[in-house]
């Protein structure tokens, strides 16, 4: 047990989001005190003491959650209404192109068709249906759909992109979910009580599907921009029309031909 440090409020807030490696302090390894890459976006890379405990005490981020848990027996409940086959009724020789369903490391079953379940459930979780520490890993390589819900996992929040176009909102495929209705509820949330129904703020976010969390191993199997301009980018590079062999050989022929031409206007000078 610790005294909780009540010096300032960014103090306390601080210490309660503290993390410590259970490794012996004086050890000379470098390796468990450095920054991994899985740390991304869920652990603050600046925020450790010095000395001894360099690296080993780690603070988690502004928007880091780590999740409490949810009952799994309503979610494979679900899958069983969705046409999943429990694991006492599966028959390999039949179907052995199945998908494997995994609800926390536990095989419950097999599905048909995993790309209409996958997204079934992702639409429910941003609906907040079902919980939004859910966790959604669909590994296509192995056939398996793996669902998380269990405590102890890192968390952050992403904006969401819209998979296809969105006739009810007018949204392009590749476009956020947020839109300037969701900015003129928060900018009005200034002037509403908080325990009022009409308050938007953050859960009104997620309730909207604009944001949701995802851990880390869920990151795994996501597209994620770092930036607005970047997702940008790649709504212009989808909408351009796809090249032909062609034409991708004749660029890679014109490109040849400048290179060539002014190396031989460098040589003459």
């Known amino acids: 047990s610790q005294v909780l440090n009540r010096y300032t409020f960014s ?4 210490h309660l989001r503290r993390t410590n490696t259970p490794i012996g302090r004086d050890g000379k390894l470098a390796k468990p005190r450095q920054l991994h890459n899985t740390h991304w976006g ?8 010095e000395g001894q405990a360099c690296g080993l005490v780690k603070n988690l981020s502004l928007m880091c959650y780590v999740s409490v848990g949810t009952p799994a027996d309503p979610i494979k409940d679900f899958m069983i209404q969705r046409n999943m086959e429990v694991l006492e009724e599966y028959e390999p020789a039949s179907n052995p192109f199945a998908t494997k369903i995994f609800i926390n490391g536990t095989w419950v079953g097999v599905h048909q068709d995993p790309k209409h379940l996958v997204s079934l459930v992702q639409d ?9 520490e859910v966790s959604l890993v669909r590994d296509i390589r192995d056939r398996e759909f793996k669902i998380f819900s269990d405590a102890g996992r890192v968390m952050r929040p992403l904006f969401v992109v819209e998979q296809e176009d969105n006739p ?7 476009s956020l979910v947020l839109n300037k209705e969701h900015i003129r509820r928060l900018e009005a949330d200034q002037n509403i009580n908080p325990a009022d129904d009409d308050y938007f ?5 997620q309730h909207s599907g604009v944001i949701e969390y995802l851990d880390a191993e869920e990151e795994e199997t996501a597209m994620i921009c770092m930036s607005p301009e970047e997702l940008e980018e790649y709504r212009q590079e989808k909408g351009r029309p796809k090249k032909t062999e062609e034409q991708r050989q004749q660029e890679k022929m014109e490109q040849l031909e400048r ?6 206007a460098r040589l003459k000078t």
Do not use: F, M, Y
Not at 42 to 49: D, I, K
Not at 259 to 264: C, E, I, K, P, V
């Open 124 to 132: 429910l979780r941003r609906k907040s249906i079902i919980s939004h």
């Open 259 to 264: 290179d060539g031409t002014s190396l031989n």
């Open 11 to 14: 103090s306390t807030l601080s």
């Open 168 to 174: 009810e909102t007018g949204a392009q495929k590749g």
């Open 201 to 205: 703020g953050w859960d009104g976010l």
């Open 42 to 49: 869920l652990v603050c890379p600046a925020e450790t003491p």
